[in-house]
């Protein structure tokens, strides 16, 4: 999903930029600092998903988004509590109180892409979801998506490891764009590694096992969206 930023603090577009750069789904069209440079691009370009500051000077994000004629969903972010009951009216689909944690942006966006699957025509073939085709040496190889194990980034290469083949496959690609063509049970947990969480067999001291010898070390800056993922399947 296309998504935009309109927020008057610096500090805070940088740091919504980065959740999003690290959700797979959402792919960040700019970053506003006034709902002026917001509306220049959306008379020209097209977005899913807005994130709005309210407390905005000349138009708070309220009133600019009362303003578009067709406006997309919309995710408030502020740090007063008084605008939220006005903020649902609009039919937000969340409403973040700042400071908000990468945990709290990440289950807001899952909201709007749950939404953006009602809303929209998403389905492709079966075949096309299963599938990835990928060029390795002189060959181009069909993958299973669901016998990934884990994917490993190596420079502008990549190592996909499968549980049906003794080698992985090498491929000329990005862990990033990588990222955009995998169903949800796939999960960046360090800025090299991505892992089908439906295949992991054990969790220690921060890293994941796959079979007997294989640990994955899970990273720093993706901790907070791993272990969310963990609770909500009811670790306890």
Do not use: W
Request: proline content about 6%.
């Amino acid at each position: 999903m296309k998504c935009l930023i309109i927020d008057d603090e610096p500090l805070a577009l940088t740091q919504l930029s980065g959740y999003i750069s690290r959700i797979s789904f959402l792919t960040l069209v700019a970053s506003c600092q006034d709902a002026c440079q917001a509306s220049e691009i959306l008379a020209h370009t097209p977005v899913d998903l807005l994130f709005a500051d309210i407390n905005m000077p000349d138009l708070n994000g309220i009133d600019f988004v009362r303003s578009l004629p067709n406006p997309p969903m919309v995710i408030f972010t502020t740090a007063y509590s008084e605008y939220a009951i006005e903020g649902f009216r609009l039919n937000a689909i969340d409403y973040l109180m700042k400071p908000f944690s990468f945990a709290e942006c990440l289950r807001a966006a899952e909201k709007a892409r749950q939404m953006y699957g009602l809303t929209h025509n998403t389905a492709e073939p079966e075949e096309e979801k299963s599938t990835l085709f990928v060029k390795s040496e002189y060959k181009v190889i069909r993958i299973d998506k669901e016998k990934i194990l884990y994917i490993e980034g190596m420079s502008e290469y990549v190592c996909i490891y499968m549980e049906d083949r003794p080698k992985p496959v090498l491929t000329l690609n990005s862990l990033q764009k990588l990222s955009t063509m995998l169903p949800p049970n796939f999960m960046r947990v360090h800025r090299s590694y991505i892992v089908n969480l439906n295949k992991i067999t054990e969790i220690s001291r921060f890293r994941i096992l796959f079979g007997k010898d294989v640990y994955i070390p899970i990273g720093e800056n993706y901790k907070e969206q791993f272990m969310a993922y963990i609770h909500r399947l009811g670790l306890i």
